[in-house]
């Protein structure tokens, strides 16, 4: 089955730039789809189909992927963005089943 | 706007079977898959499972063939995950979610989750 890899963790300073990174093999070749989960909560989607942002995400959220990697990238980060967040694949390879990353602890300093 | 409302929160024994509901509304409940996903605690998250709720059809994920059970209600736009002969590594919160239009390829919307809790 196919494997996703993520940092455990990222730090960040207020207002800087945070990149998040997510590992599969040519995972170029899939769309990637990125959650962001504060703790206690359910996990919101903030990037579909690689880089694309549902109505409500601000712009500061962006995605890229190529290769072997995939990015979110948090612009201007603020405290808000405090949070766990998961790459997630589409495996139609089986029963149509989501693969997710470990995901990602974003810490702002 | 899109709601998924779960059931609360459960305590069972080991061996013992669950059932968790998800209450679906703001949107056409037989147009999108509802997706099941868990949550230990401190950990990552875990598919389960999906359900169409047109068709009825189902897709569950390997680790659970056997003990799970996806079901929905379309009169009441309600989609059920019943787990059975639970153990103790089966507490976790239990997510449902809607799968996005034209291939469920991932979770547009979520429920608040449902904690089960398997203690003897």
């Known amino acids: 089955s196919y494997v996703l890899t993520q940092a455990p963790s990222v730090s960040v300073a207020p207002g800087q730039t945070a990149s998040i990174a997510c590992g599969g093999d040519?995972?170029?070749?899939?769309?990637v789809h990125w959650y962001q989960q504060r703790p206690g909560q359910a996990p919101v989607l903030v990037i579909y189909?690689?880089?694309d942002r549902p109505s409500g995400i601000p712009e500061r959220f962006s995605g890229s992927n190529s290769g072997n990697t995939a990015t979110l990238t948090i612009s201007r980060v603020e405290a808000g963005d405090e949070a766990d967040y998961y790459c997630?694949?589409?495996?139609?390879?089986?029963?149509?089943?989501?693969?997710f990353g470990p995901g990602t602890t974003v810490t702002v300093l | 706007q899109v709601q998924l409302v779960q059931s609360g929160a459960e305590v069972t024994k080991p061996g013992a079977s669950v059932k968790v509901s998800c209450k679906a509304s703001?949107?056409?409940?037989?147009?999108?898959?509802i997706n099941w996903v868990r949550q230990a605690n401190g950990q990552g998250l875990e598919f389960m499972g999906w359900?169409?709720?047109?068709?009825?059809?189902?897709g569950y994920a390997q680790k659970f063939q056997g003990r799970i059970t996806m079901t929905r209600n379309t009169a009441i736009t309600t989609a059920y995950l019943e787990l059975s002969s639970l153990r103790f590594e089966d507490t976790a919160v239990y997510y449902c979610?809607?799968?996005?239009?034209?291939?469920?390829?991932?979770?547009?919307?979520w429920g608040q989750g449902t904690l089960v809790t398997v203690s003897s």
């Open positions: 359900i169409h709720p047109n068709s009825g059809n189902t």
């Open positions: 997630q694949v589409w495996d139609s390879s089986t029963d149509r089943y989501y693969v």
């Open positions: 703001g949107y056409t409940f037989n147009s999108h898959e």
């Open positions: 189909d690689d880089s």
């Open positions: 040519n995972i170029g070749s899939r769309n």
């Open positions: 979610a809607r799968g996005a239009y034209g291939g469920n390829r991932w979770a547009q919307d």
